[in-house]
């Protein structure tokens, strides 16, 4: 047996990540009752990769094979060609990010649970129910963590109104996971405008801006002042299927600074000590997606997963039951009906209809009594859950 103890923070943290827990208690259900179930629990994309994306990796990966063109370590950061189609991205919604203001990565949870490294001991703030990522990394590190309500009288958008002043990393998603809700430029102004104020950093995690629709802004760098104080994480897994491939950015503007520091390259310098980079066979992948074919064949799915949120908030409405998101993010939020936590409201929804979604409380305290449906299914298995919910008790 070793003698070097384990890292006391994770004490500190629940046995299971949620997922894994969700994926156990699944798993013991079909052992002991056999049969299938829908899966509406973790957002994993439910369609294969498009072809424009398929025929970009066959290539590349021809290339990785011959002797004159291939490729050893990635640049630092990423290639040129995949930074500069992200900035051709942010154009195309009229915002102007430099190339070399982008770094990329292996995916929305490494690329936010590692960046808060690069700053010295601070607070961390963030908005409950929330994505378990940026908390438990939160508590792994040391950082106290402070929690800003959502709840149905603020439709789970919480403002930064109350909040102690001091400069924290704050993190923020939207549209947001898990409650779907998404902020409209005034909301997200007041957490611009708050992180100015304080001298926070504004980690804005926009891995579902894809989804994000007219009247809501689908990055953090559409509201003024954002550049000076503000991060962003863009990821390929929702928008494009890469769940299993793995690839992401981090936007860091040249304003954003950390006393004398230029926060970029501290992120550089954290990177290349702890990350050699996303490889040249992905990173061609995620090029492709982003080209015109590519958007076309990407959207494909992304209007699928839309369409499957909307036909659950449909049925929600319907029932009288409050929800939120579903419209502008492929999640649906829903108060657990009949007062039931969101223990017993899972339990009852996989022995009653088969279908597996996620508790709120494992979302955080702000969650507890509520629950959360992915759209990322196919046409029929969301058509299928929707009869199984017509059909059961639990929703009368
Ligand atoms: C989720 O279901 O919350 C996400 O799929 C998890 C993730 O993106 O890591």
């Not at 981090?250 to 230029?262: D, G, H, I, M, Y």
Request: aromatic share 12%.
């Amino acid at each position: 047996m070793i003698k070097v103890p384990a890292a006391r923070e994770f004490s500190a943290l629940e046995k299971n990540y949620l997922f894994t827990e969700v994926r156990r208690k699944t798993q013991k259900f079909l052992t002991e009752n056999g049969g299938e179930v829908i899966n509406l629990g973790i957002g994993d994309v439910a369609f294969p990769l498009p072809p424009v994306v398929v025929e970009a990796m066959v290539k590349a990966t021809l290339e990785m094979g011959d002797n004159a063109r291939f490729k050893g370590y990635p640049p630092e950061g990423g290639y040129p060609f995949l930074k500069e189609a992200i900035a051709g991205r942010y154009l195309k919604r009229g915002v102007k990010i430099d190339a070399d203001e982008i770094f990329i990565g292996d995916g929305a949870k490494s690329d936010t649970s590692s960046f808060p490294d690069i700053f010295g001991r601070a607070d961390v703030l963030i908005t409950d129910p929330v994505y378990p990522v940026y908390a438990d990394s939160s508590v792994l590190r040391g950082n106290r963590v402070t929690f800003v309500r959502g709840n149905k009288q603020n439709r789970f958008l919480p403002s930064p109104r109350g909040v102690e002043k001091k400069p924290y990393l704050i993190f923020l998603c939207s549209p947001n996971n898990p409650s779907g809700a998404a902020y409209g430029h005034d909301g997200l102004k007041e957490w611009v405008d708050f992180a100015l104020e304080t001298g926070s950093a504004l980690l804005f995690d926009a891995a579902y801006s894809a989804f994000a629709g007219v009247g809501v802004p689908s990055s953090v760098f559409e509201i003024d002042g954002a550049r000076e104080c503000c991060a962003e994480f863009g990821s390929f897994s929702k928008s494009a299927g890469f769940t299993g491939l793995r690839c992401s950015w981090t936007v860091v503007p040249k304003e954003l600074k950390c006393r004398k520091s230029q926060v970029s390259a501290l992120w550089k310098r954290r990177q290349s000590v702890k990350f050699n980079g996303v490889s040249y066979v992905i990173q061609r992948a995620a090029e492709a997606a982003l080209s015109e074919r590519g958007i076309t064949e990407c959207g494909h799915a992304v209007e699928i997963y839309k369409k499957n949120a909307a036909a659950f908030t449909a049925f929600f409405k319907a029932r009288g039951i409050w929800h939120t998101g579903g419209e502008l993010s492929p999640y649906v939020w829903i108060e657990c009906p009949k007062n039931l936590s969101s223990v017993e409201f899972f339990n009852g929804l996989l022995s009653g209809c088969r279908v597996v979604g996620t508790p709120g409380s494992g979302f955080g305290k702000a969650g507890e009594g509520f629950f959360r449906f992915s759209g990322f299914a196919t046409e029929n298995a969301a058509a299928e859950a929707v009869r199984r919910f017509e059909r059961s008790d639990l929703f009368r």
